[in-house]
């Protein structure tokens, strides 16, 4: 639930009947992790989210420098009702897809690389939806507005400059 209490604007459930499957997973994998379903049987009952940062690959590289570009799979706990990590694939370099199955140190690196992904998405959607939205409303009330209009004195308590 962490997931959706902190960056939540890129998780999206998968609809069983418009949405492909981008990602494989082992069905032998997918009965061990996800309480013996397989990834079809998720996805036609609802309960497979996908989380994309694949957009990312098209980012410039800095040299000397490793990052991935994730798509990750969530899923709906069919016991539990929790909602978990399913899968991580890193989309770089050798490509693999990563589970809670592989070796601790591999499920930690993949976690790794899509938290990092996921707090660059963060980042990047506060700039636009704060900043490169909201403050040139604020700028722009700010010098139109009368001295005298209600708003107007809300506006420069709350602004930096006063």
């Known amino acids: 639930m962490e997931r959706l209490s902190i960056n939540p604007y890129v998780v999206r459930r998968l609809h069983p009947s418009n949405d492909h499957l981008p990602l ?3 069905d032998h994998v997918m009965r061990d992790l996800a309480g013996g379903r397989t990834l079809a049987v998720l996805h036609q009952e609802g309960r497979l989210f996908l989380a994309n940062h694949s957009y990312q690959a098209a980012y410039p ?7 991935a570009a994730c798509t990750a799979y969530f899923f ?10 399913l899968a991580i694939k890193t989309n770089m370099g050798s490509d693999f897809t990563y589970t809670a199955l592989d070796d601790a140190n591999d499920w930690l690196f ?8 996921d707090l660059f998405h ?4 506060h700039l636009a939806n704060t900043h490169d939205v909201a403050e040139p409303i604020h ?3 700010l010098r139109t507005m009368s001295a005298r209009h ?7 308590r709350c602004s930096p400059s006063s």
Do not use: E
């Open 24 to 26: 494989d997973v082992d």
């Open 61 to 67: 590289k800095t040299p000397g420098r490793w990052t």
């Open 76 to 85: 709906i706990h069919p016991r539990s009702g929790d909602f978990l990590p």
């Open 110 to 117: 993949a976690k790794m690389a899509f938290n990092m992904n």
């Open 122 to 125: 963060s980042q990047l959607y």
């Open 139 to 141: 700028q722009a009330a």
């Open 150 to 156: 209600p708003v107007r004195g809300y506006l420069d």
